[in-house]
Structure formats: structure tokens, C-alpha cells
């Protein structure tokens, strides 16, 4: 094979070119993933440009350096005047190109890069990469010709779920689609792409994806629309994707390519996307402590034992095995361990029939648990999770003997998710070392864990934490120790409001039913009855002090009764409860409560504008970083819609004198630093 280097390029270029046997390859090497910023758009079109102009060149290669291929456009350019060539205005001259122009795909293509590879005459790939137009996760749809290029090639169908869903697919499932021509091997796609090039260099017409029919059944977009109606409820993008390509899918390719342009400017112009975006650089900002810097040598964590059988210890072992990790569990029941080893055998089968791992992986995972009633076998654990149930006595006894026992240097982690964890770092001789690993419920699926920092911690724990947390699949937030940490302290105001909104008149249905009109997957009462009304209980059917004292002693502890705030039936489907509303009257007259009509209005300002309070104090106080900590934590763990950004950026929405207005009205306490925030009209994410 010869190759020739292309004259045109510079020292430190981050577009490259070279030809080889007649093929240009324009390789794009622009560290971390390949974004297609100005300065990668204007290369990749000049070297288009030579490769055009250059009689010897017969064909063009598309590929990039380091672990990726275009992994989507430079989104801090979104919002703002794109400098020319613009990425529409790149894929169409690669697709006008008179010569074959190849996308050589390994890593991910998404977003944009797919747009640029979809573009192109013809797409390899090796069989590890994947593919997809993820912006409808930013509140976006593709915009640049992706939503038209994409049906022409793999018909409508597959093009729904890939940009309305906005999940990648493998190469081979491209492969079958028609949306990638051929795999490659993994360790010589570059070689690969040129031959396949070289193959295809003679073949006209070109095929343009542009030039294609759309295969589509009109009965498609309805029943789509059906069977995603759950998901894509309050989301403006998804919805906006659907009308799309209903509406061009008879369309020619240009007045489709106009149609999407329209559409992508009306959501980026709005709020949803906005607050997606948001959000997306949010979680990257959490990944950063302020005061630990990001090449902190951090320790070695190659094994890891839970301590503590049940629903979450279990799932958190399957977070860990999922990751790669030898994961020893310990409990003192035999039968505990005998149903945890079966619920995680489930769990692995479960991710196997997905796709989400091989058999062969699920084998190996299961291989990796080590069921054992030996506490002393966790000697040699890198970390240990202790995620017993959450009392303080029993705590420190876990951890004295974990002081005992643990290596040198070992991580001792607690899954609390409301206990102070320096009192328990205080009871044993290497505080430094003890740090809060908050996961939420199912261990294994919700991406939130919460690291909560202690007076004593370790920087390089929390660094090693943070690095450990995004090797198990989780988004992690920094938090200070106060009771409930970020979360769950401020569920507390909600809870206590709805409450009192009870006692003044309102239902739980009618407070619920706010709720889930906001986007919430559930009401605080429906969330209630799903925990258990018994959580906490003293236990005393004769000593009635709060309502759910009343509701406790009645045996309506909630879903796990059949019986709560609500009646459920065989599906545990809630229905409204005459016997609850009844309780509810009963006990507001005995507490000498007058029952008044109550708005959505006071609703809103009484559960969710507190929340808003209580995240300023939780701020001000340094229990959070930053506000966008808080958004991540509530948007990931508990349902907060990722459309409305969090509380925070939802706030910084509305406005904060109208959240101070809100408060004030029902003489609700301001925290000082919402009221300081709003007297200069300003934002808690900036």
C-alpha cells in the first residue's frame, strides 16, 4: 500500500489527511469525543474540498483518532450564530460530493456525527460501535437533515424509536437496518473503510440517502404515539419529532430538511430544551469537588463487600457485579442470603434477555457473588457497603467490628440515607476513611447515589468514590452531612405541608393529582403508600398523635396492606378511599381544624415552593455545591421532570420573587438566601 501525505496539512491540525491506493482518509482528532465544533467542521470541509479537486483521489474516508467517532455536535453552540460551514451545511456538501465519500465508525456516533456519517455515500463500522440521535434527551430533535436521511434508510419504523427514544443501537442491528453497509474488524477499520472504498469507487450512481423514497406505513406514527404515550408525557421534543415525520414523510427531501430546520429552532428556543440542557452540563458538574483536585491519586478498588442482604443491599451487590467486580455479601441469615443470590440471579437474567450483557457476562457475574454468613471474609474488601437497616446502634456496631477486621486503607461506606454519618466515622479509629454512599431504590437501576461527605473524609476517598460511581453507571453528588442529606431533607417540607393541606381541606387525590399534573411519577401520598405508612411508627395503636399515627393504628400502612392514604386493588392500582377520606375528617375536626376550600394555587406554593425554600438552605448552608447538584439529585432520584430542570432551574424559570410572592402569601418562612437571590432579580444557576 503507498501512501502519499496530503501537503495541506499543519503541525497540531486536529483534521488530518492522507492518501492511500486513491483513497483520501480525513481523520479528526479532537480529544475527548471528536465533538464537531467550528474548527472540526472547517477541516473536515477543506479536506473534502482537496479530496474532490485531486484527480489521483478516487474516493474519501470519514474517520477519527482516539476512542470515538463523532460523538455529536459542540452543543455550546447551541443558542447561539453557528460559524459557517454550519453542520447542515457540511453534511450536504458531503452528500453533493461527485466522489464516494465513506464514514469509517468505531466507538459512538451520536448526534451529529451519525447526522455527518448518514451524510455520507457509505457507512462501516466495527462491530463494537454504536449509533444514535440522542438530542431528543437534550429537548432537541436532529437538525441537520437527520430526521429525513434517517426513515430514507432504515424506514420509519426503526427511525421513530431511534430519534424519538433517542437510544443508540448496536452495529449489528445497523447493519440489519440498512443504516450501516458493512462491518469491519475491530483493529483495521481504517484499512477496511479504504478497501471498501476502493471497491466502491467506480459504482454510480452515487447512493445519496437524500435521493431516497421513505418506506412507511401511515399506521406507524399512531400506534407509536400509543405505545409511548406514558413516556413521552409533558416531553415537548418526542411529541415534536412524531408531527415531524408524519408531516414530511410524503414530503421531498428539501421541503423535509426546511420542516425540520423550523422545528429544531422552535425548541431550542424554548424552555424544556433549555432546561435539558441544562441539566446535561449539570451532571458533568457534579463529578467536580471544589476543593479536590482533579488528578487526586485515588485508591485501589478491585473487590467489594456489601453487608446486609435485603432489597438494597442486593441491588447494590448487582451494581457492583454488573461493573466487573467480585462482590463478597454478608448477612447473618442464611435465608436472607439464599433469596439475595436468587433475586440477583433474576436481576443478571433479566439484564441478559435485554441485551444489556452476554450469557456469557451473566454467567461471569453470578460467579463473581460470594454469598457468606463469615463477616471476617471481608478482610480483604477494597470498599465496603454496609446497607443494614437504618438504625444508629446497629450502625456502629457494624462498623466497630469492620474497624476490627478491614484492611489498612479500605473505603467503609454506609448507604444511610438520613443518618449522620460523623457520628458513626467518630466511633472507630480511621474516620477518614468512612464516607456516605446514599443509592436509591432499585440499587441496580436508579443512576443517582448521593456521596455524602463527612467532617473527616478523605479527599482521596471522595475522589475515589466519584471515579468508582461512574464505573457502576451512577451520576454522583457531592453532599455534606444534615439529616437527609440533599434529597430527603427536602422531601420533609413537602411531606409536612401536604399533611397540614389535608388538615385544611384538601384530599390526598386532589394534592396527588397537582402533583402529577407537574410531571411527578406520583403525588407525596401515592409515594407514602408505595414506602409504607408504618416507617417510623412507634408501634402503639392507643397513642394517636399525627394522622398517620391514626392511619398506622388502623392497619393502612399502604400498598404492602392493600390499605393507606388510598385503596389498592389486586394490581396495586390506587383508587380513592371513602374509609381514608373519613380517617382524614375524623381526625382534622378532633385537632379542631376548620376544613376551607383549597386551590391549586395554595398546593403548588405549600409543597413545591417550600421545596424551593428548603434547597436555598440546604445552599446556603453548604450542604450542596452548587444549585445544579440539587437539580441532578432530584431530576435522577426522585421523578422531578427532566423537562422542568430541577427545582432550582425551575425556580430561576418562574421567576424568584414570584417564589418569595408564594411564600409570603400563606406566611411561609423565606430563607434568607432565596430572599437576598430574588432582591437582585437573580438566578440560583448561573
Known sequence: MSAESNTANRPGAIVTSEIRDGVMTIVTDSPPVNALSAQVRAGLLAALRDAEADPAVKGAVIACAGRTFFAGADITEFGRVMAEPTLPQLAGAIEACAKPVVAAIHGTALGGGLELALACHYRIAVPSARLGLPEVKLGL??????????????????????????????????????????????????????????????????????????????????????????????????????DLLEASADRPFGEGIAMESRAFEALLAGTQSAAQRHLFFAERAAAKIRDVPPDMPQRTIARVGVIGAGTMGGGIAMAFLSAGFPVTLVDASEEALRKAAATIGGMVDASAAKGRMTGEQARAAMQRLMPTLDFASLADADLIVEAAYEDMTVKKEIFARLDRIARPGAILATNTSFLDIDIIAASISRPADVVGMHFFSPAHVMKLLEVVRGARTAKDVLATVMTLAKRIGKIAVVARVCHGFIGNRMLVPRQIHAEALLMDGATPSQIDAV????????????????????????????????????????????????????????????????????????????????????????????????????????????????????????????????????????????????????????????????????????????
Not at 406505513?217 to 399512531?222: E, G, I, L, M, S
Request: charged share 25%.
Open 141 to 242: 430533535l436532529p437538525g441537520a437533515g437527520g430526521t429525513q436521511r434517517l426513515p430514507r434508510l432504515t424506514g420509519m419504523e426503526t427511525a421513530l424509536g431511534m430519534i424519538a427514544k433517542g437510544d443508540p443501537v448496536e452495529a449489528s442491528e445497523a447493519l440489519h437496518c440498512g443504516l450501516v453497509d458493512r462491518l469491519a474488524g475491530e483493529d483495521g477499520l481504517i484499512a477496511d473503510a479504504v478497501g471498501f472504498t476502493a471497491e466502491v469507487a467506480a459504482l454510480r450512481p452515487l447512493p445519496r440517502a437524500s435521493e431516497r423514497a421513505v418506506d412507511c406505513d401511515p399506521a406507524v406514527f399512531a400506534a407509536f404515539r400509543e405505545a409511548n404515550a406514558r413516556r413521552f408525557r409533558g416531553f415537548e421534543a418526542p411529541n415534536a419529532i412524531v
Open 515 to 686: 402533583h402529577v399534573a407537574f410531571g411527578m411519577p406520583m403525588g407525596p401520598f401515592q409515594m407514602a403508600d408505595l414506602a409504607g405508612l408504618d416507617i417510623g411508627w412507634h408501634r402503639d395503636p392507643n397513642r394517636i398523635e399525627t394522622l398517620r399515627d391514626a392511619f398506622a393504628a388502623q392497619g393502612r400502612w399502604g400498598q404492602k396492606t392493600g390499605a393507606g392514604f388510598y385503596d389498592y386493588d389486586d394490581k396495586r392500582r390506587p383508587h380513592a378511599s371513602p374509609v381514608a377520606e373519613a380517617l382524614i375528617a375524623r381526625f382534622r375536626a378532633s385537632s379542631g381544624h376548620v376544613e376551607r376550600a383549597i386551590s391549586e394555587e395554595e398546593i403548588v406554593v405549600r409543597t413545591l415552593y417550600t421545596m424551593v425554600d428548603e434547597a436555598a438552605r440546604i445552599l446556603e448552608e453548604g450542604i450542596a455545591q452548587r444549585a445544579g447538584d440539587i437539580d441532578v439529585v432530584w431530576t435522577q432520584g426522585y421523578g422531578w421532570p427532566a423537562y422542568r430542570g430541577g427545582p432550582m432551574f425551575w425556580a430561576d424559570t418562574i421567576g424568584l420573587p414570584t417564589i418569595v410572592a408564594g411564600l409570603e402569601k400563606y406566611g411561609l418562612p423565606v430563607a434568607p438566601l432565596l430572599r437576598e437571590t430574588a432582591a437582585r432579580d437573580g438566578r440560583f444557576n448561573r
